[in-house]
């Protein structure tokens, strides 16, 4: 019994080796060999910086103080986490973009707009279309956000 099982092992592990016959049937490589490319379209970097543009809504002007509300930042931490973070992480790309930084790209004006307003910004405007390309055409839910709700998140994403 001991000499079949050992001639099966020896069996198994001349079997396992490469050999320079030709393979036939399915092979998959788990090491990828060649970086993938991606066209511009599919990229986030192909997302144009704008911080002139206000966006499609309600919001047309919104004036910052120069400080951080630390209880609006804290109430808005508190509804970002309820309603953002199955999408948008702060510090990294999930199935939305990261939001740290996020007012070195947008104004504070189209960061209200896509919170209050994400089906009427995915359909017109620019860079709310550009960025559903670059996440592969996952649409910002509308989390029907109050404009009290809207700001207070923004408060917070001044805080990242």
């Known amino acids: 019994m001991k000499k079949i099982i050992g001639v099966f092992i020896l069996g198994l592990l001349m079997s396992c080796g490469d050999s320079p016959k030709e393979k036939k049937g399915f092979e998959y490589n788990r090491t990828q060999k060649e970086e993938k490319k991606t066209t511009g379209a599919k990229s986030s970097d192909a997302v144009p910086v704008d911080l002139e543009n206000k966006g499609v809504g309600p919001i047309t002007e919104m004036e910052w103080p120069e400080n951080i509300d630390a209880t609006l930042a804290a109430t808005g931490e508190t509804y970002f986490?309820?309603?953002c973070?199955?999408?948008h992480m702060p510090n990294r790309k999930l199935i939305g973009p990261a939001m740290?930084?996020?007012f070195e790209r947008r104004s504070p004006e189209w960061v209200m707009n896509?919170?209050?307003n994400p089906t009427e910004m995915?359909?017109?405007d620019?860079?709310?279309k550009a960025l559903l390309v670059a996440y592969n055409n996952v649409m910002m839910i509308n989390q029907n956000l109050s404009q009290e709700e809207a700001r207070a998140i923004?408060?917070?994403l001044r805080t990242l």
């Open 122 to 124: 995915l359909k017109q």
């Open 100 to 102: 740290q930084g996020v």
């Open 81 to 83: 986490k309820q309603k």
């Open 85 to 87: 973070t199955a999408c």
């Open 126 to 128: 620019p860079i709310a």
């Open 154 to 156: 923004t408060e917070y």
């Open 114 to 116: 896509m919170l209050l």
